[in-house]
């Protein structure tokens, strides 16, 4: 079966950016999209089809794709940023990462 | 406001059954794929399960096949998930969520979860 690897942590400082990656065979092949999840909340939206950002999600979230990596990068992040973020990708099912937690400190 | 809400969560005991009920609004129901995925207690995201506009695409996660029945019902804009032969490792918060199709596939809105705990 098709799998995506996150790293599970990244840290940030507020006001910097941070790049989160997902990794998987030929992945550049397939459209990612990615989720962020706050604690107790349930996931939202943020990227889909690599990089389009859906109504809503600020400018500062963007995506890319390419060879076996994609990479989601919050530029200026911010505190509320800080949370869960899954990458996902369709091979004959959904298939999501293993999960990236924010840390913004 | 485009929504889905979920409902139907419980305790059941290993070997029972359950079903899961989801109502969307504010979208028109019958032009959308949707999808069931969950997420076991502090764990990753894991596609269960998906069903096209009219019902009659389904496909399941290899693990729940055979014990899984994804269905809606169109005139009540409500999509469902029938569980048996539940086991320990189906404990999770169950979210149902709008499913986009268009050269891959992505889900948004997601519920808010319901949750599913299967233990004796």
């Known amino acids: 079966s098709y799998e995506l690897t996150q790293p599970p942590s990244v840290s940030v400082s507020p006001g910097q950016t941070a790049s989160i990656t997902c990794s998987g065979d030929?992945?550049?092949?397939?459209?990612v999209c990615w989720y962020q999840q706050r604690p107790g909340q349930s996931p939202v939206l943020v990227i889909y089809q690599d990089t389009k950002r859906p109504s809503g999600i600020p400018e500062r979230f963007s995506g890319s794709n390419s060879g076996n990596t994609a990479t989601l990068t919050i530029s200026g992040t911010q505190t509320m940023d800080e949370a869960d973020y899954y990458c996902?990708?369709?091979?004959?099912?959904?298939?999501f990462g293993t999960g990236t937690k924010v840390t913004v400190l | 406001e485009v929504q889905v809400v979920e409902s139907g969560g419980d305790l059941v005991q290993p070997g029972g059954s359950l079903r899961l009920s989801c109502t969307a609004s504010g979208f028109t129901f019958t032009n959308y794929w949707m999808s069931w995925v969950r997420q076991a207690p502090g764990k990753g995201l894991e596609w269960v399960a998906h069903i096209n506009q009219d019902g009659s695409e389904k496909d399941y996660l290899y693990s729940v096949k055979g014990r899984f029945t994804i269905s809606r019902d169109n005139t009540k804009n409500s999509l469902y998930l029938q569980m048996s032969s539940l086991r320990a490792e189906d404990t999770a918060v169950y979210y149902c969520?709008?499913?986009?199709?268009?050269?891959?596939?992505?889900?948004?809105?997601w519920g808010q979860g319901t949750l599913v705990t299967v233990s004796s």
């Open positions: 030929k992945l550049g092949d397939k459209y």
């Open positions: 969520a709008r499913q986009f199709y268009d050269g891959t596939r992505w889900f948004d809105p």
């Open positions: 996902q990708a369709w091979d004959s099912t959904g298939v």
